[in-house]
């Protein structure tokens, strides 16, 4: 009875075997590969699918997905003969697994070989300035070299970048400085310029308030002689309405005489020739006042002598 049960038992388990090795569960976006043999028979896609066990065999399970890959730095010589190292990043995505597996035998090392000497190419025709500058035309011409070349690999390439462009060191330190000059010029220029529009506002400025000083002034000086000449004018209409005599006038003068020699600045003043003839009639004026009451034109009192005492 023994043997019987260790048959059956291993019966059981090369059936349990047999049954794990003919289901097979592939994920989805992902393909596997089967050989009959050795030779490819088929592809398997996502989902459940069967093979016969023991005699297919599954070869390879891959990725459908688009995958990332970054590759270390590699020095270019640029057209100008200077050594830059170049970091690039390759977006890809496998089209045909049967290709990818049988037609290339590390797809992921043939791209980044490509990518090297496609790159030097590229950079070897460019000078170091247009390689810091032409990135988008760079990213678009290696694509394009990939994307023809990995075709037939079951591979397209749907983006390539440049993660890094390293000078030398010393051409760092040296564009750090025209840039230091770049920007202090810029800053110079831009500070002339504040100054230079700063004086013009202030000259524009300056000669609007000189211009309504000016014109302040001239209305004053205008409404000033106005009103003096109005002053005059009442003065003279007042003088000619009363009819002044020669007497008035020559009084009036000299109430005004203490008010022009005031101040320190007066020292010398003139007086006219006018001033006489109205002096002399207001002296016959004050000649002819009697305070007694006698009036002008009345005749003296007599002297009364009195008679010697013997």
Same mark, same amino acid.
């Given at each position: 009875?023994?043997?019987?049960?260790?048959?059956?038992?291993?019966?059981?388990?090369?059936?349990?075997?047999?049954?794990?090795?003919?289901?097979?569960? *592939? =994920?989805?976006?992902?393909?596997?590969?089967?050989? &009959?043999?050795? &030779?490819?028979?088929? +592809?398997?896609?996502?989902?459940?699918?069967?093979?016969?066990?023991? %005699?297919?065999?599954? &070869?390879?399970? %891959?990725?459908?997905?688009?995958?990332?890959?970054?590759?270390?730095?590699?020095?270019?010589?640029?057209?100008?003969?200077?050594?830059?190292? %170049?970091? +690039?990043?390759?977006?890809?995505?496998?089209?045909?697994?049967?290709?990818?597996?049988? $037609?290339?035998?590390?797809?992921?090392?043939?791209? $980044?070989?490509?990518?090297?000497?496609? /790159?030097?190419?590229?950079?070897?025709?460019?000078?170091? @300035?247009? +390689?810091?500058?032409?990135?988008?035309?760079?990213?678009?011409?290696?694509?394009?070299?990939?994307?023809?070349? +990995?075709?037939?690999?079951?591979?397209?390439?749907?983006?390539?970048?440049?993660?890094?462009?390293?000078?030398?060191?010393?051409?760092?330190?040296?564009?750090?400085?025209?840039?230091?000059?770049?920007?202090?010029?810029?800053?110079?220029? /831009?500070?002339? $310029?504040?100054?230079?529009?700063?004086?013009?506002?202030?000259? @524009?400025?300056?000669?609007?308030?000189?211009?309504?000083?000016? @014109?302040?002034?001239?209305?004053?000086?205008? /409404?000033?002689?106005?009103? $003096?000449?109005?002053?005059?004018?009442?003065?003279?209409?007042?003088?000619?309405?009363?009819?002044?005599?020669?007497?008035?006038? !020559?009084?009036?003068?000299?109430?005004?005489? =203490?008010?022009?020699?005031?101040?320190?600045?007066?020292?010398?003043? *003139?007086?006219?020739?006018?001033?006489?003839?109205?002096?002399?009639?207001?002296?016959?004026?004050?000649?002819?006042?009697?305070?007694?009451?006698?009036?002008?034109?009345? !005749? =003296?009192?007599?002297?009364? @002598?009195?008679?010697?005492?013997?």
């Amino acid at each position: 009875m023994q043997p019987i049960i260790i048959v059956l038992i291993i019966l059981v388990v090369l059936v349990f075997i047999a049954l794990i090795k003919t289901i097979q569960v *592939i =994920p989805q976006a992902s393909a596997a590969i089967v050989e &009959r043999f050795g &030779r490819y028979t088929r +592809t398997l896609n996502a989902g459940l699918n069967i093979v016969v066990p023991f %005699i297919d065999s599954i &070869r390879n399970r %891959i990725d459908l997905r688009e995958q990332v890959v970054p590759f270390p730095p590699q020095p270019v010589i640029t057209q100008d003969n200077l050594v830059v190292n %170049i970091d +690039t990043v390759i977006y890809y995505q496998v089209t045909d697994a049967r290709a990818a597996t049988y $037609e290339v035998a590390s797809y992921i090392q043939a791209i $980044e070989q490509l990518t090297v000497t496609t /790159l030097r190419n590229i950079i070897g025709g460019m000078d170091l @300035e247009r +390689t810091l500058t032409s990135r988008e035309e760079i990213n678009a011409a290696l694509r394009g070299v990939l994307d023809e070349a +990995t075709g037939k690999w079951g591979i397209r390439v749907n983006r390539v970048e440049l993660k890094a462009i390293e000078p030398p060191t010393s051409i760092q330190d040296s564009m750090e400085k025209q840039m230091r000059a770049d920007r202090d010029k810029r800053a110079a220029i /831009l500070q002339a $310029e504040g100054v230079r529009q700063s004086e013009i506002l202030r000259a @524009e400025g300056e000669k609007q308030s000189a211009i309504l000083r000016a @014109e302040g002034e001239a209305k004053a000086a205008a /409404l000033r002689a106005e009103g $003096e000449a109005q002053a005059i004018r009442t003065v003279f209409e007042s003088i000619h309405a009363g009819d002044a005599d020669q007497k008035l006038l !020559a009084y009036q003068y000299l109430q005004m005489l =203490p008010k022009i020699a005031e101040g320190d600045a007066n020292k010398l003043w *003139i007086v006219p020739s006018e001033i006489g003839d109205a002096l002399k009639g207001l002296g016959g004026a004050f000649g002819n006042f009697n305070p007694t009451g006698g009036g002008s034109g009345g !005749a =003296p009192k007599e002297r009364r @002598e009195q008679p010697p005492i013997d």
